[in-house]
T-cell receptor, first 115, second 114 residues
Framework: ETGVTQTPRHLVMGMTNKKSLKCEQH?????MYWYKQSAKKPLELMFV???????ENNSVPSRFSPECPNSSHLFLHLHTLQPEDSALYLC??????????????FGSGTRLTVV | DQQVKQNSPSLSVQEGRISILNCDYT??????FLWYKKYPAEGPTFLIS?????DKNEDGRFTVFLNKSAKHLSLHIVPSQPGDSAVYFC?????????????FGGGTRLMVKP
């Protein structure tokens, strides 16, 4: 499989649940990202990992917890979320954080609904 | 402080005509500018990019123009097709307040009517 793969594609969870989003890239990239896209809002950068090290945490609430065990895998652990956290969560990767002419490669996203 | 802005949230164009999507930026240190296309419930896909040292880049029906003095870029799609209906994001690569990464505009929804 090639590109950036995200699972699950859809997730419905209660506010007291704990769940995880998974992202995997087969492009040999060194940097991975989590973005959030809410309805009628711009893409919001959440976390950046470069060579497995977190280099950016864009003031994200602690109920979102990222994990990057290696350069190919990225997780977003979710717990005690709020309904306003319902959104499309996108994973992306790039050769390095300086995106250059090729930018980032995005996955298809996980549509999260918090009930 | 939004360093990349797309001031038109939506644009409607007739099939076969030209679509022009606009983007403004404030940081003169950006080195590449990119356009992404996004369908509902999917991730953005890379469309075309331009280096800051160029003023035009063309790829098939898509052309990106860069006006550095005005800090403005535009994406032209000609002829427009119904399959082009999507949200288009412009993005800029380079150093910003958070470091060296990609900064996105808010997106413009393009609707191409048959």
């Amino acid at each position: 499989e090639t590109g950036v793969t995200q699972t699950p594609r859809h997730l419905v969870m209660g506010m007291t649940n704990k769940k995880s989003l998974k992202c995997e890239q087969h492009l040999g990239h060194n940097a991975m990202y989590w973005y959030k896209q809410s309805a009628k809002k711009p893409l919001e950068l959440m976390f950046v990992y470069n060579f497995k090290e977190q280099t950016e945490n864009n003031s994200v609430p602690s109920r979102f917890s990222p994990e990057c065990p290696n350069s190919s895998h990225l997780f977003l652990h979710l717990h005690t979320l709020q309904p306003e956290d319902s959104a499309l969560y996108l994973c992306a990767s790039s050769q390095d954080p300086g995106a250059g002419r090729f930018g980032y490669t995005f996955g298809s996203g996980t549509r999260l609904t918090v009930v | 402080d939004q360093q990349v802005k797309q001031n038109s949230p939506s644009l409607s164009v007739q099939e076969g005509r030209i679509s022009i999507l606009n983007c403004d930026y404030t940081n003169s240190m950006f080195d590449y500018f990119l356009w992404y296309k996004k369908y509902p419930a999917e991730g953005p896909t890379f469309l075309i990019s331009i280096s800051s040292i160029k003023d035009k880049n063309e790829d098939g029906r898509f052309t990106v123009f860069l006006n550095k003095s005005a800090k403005h870029l535009s994406l032209h799609i000609v002829p427009s097709q119904p399959g082009d209906s999507a949200v288009y994001f412009c993005a800029a690569s380079g150093y910003n307040n958070a470091g060296n990464m990609l900064t996105f505009g808010g997106g413009t929804r393009l609707m191409v009517k048959p």
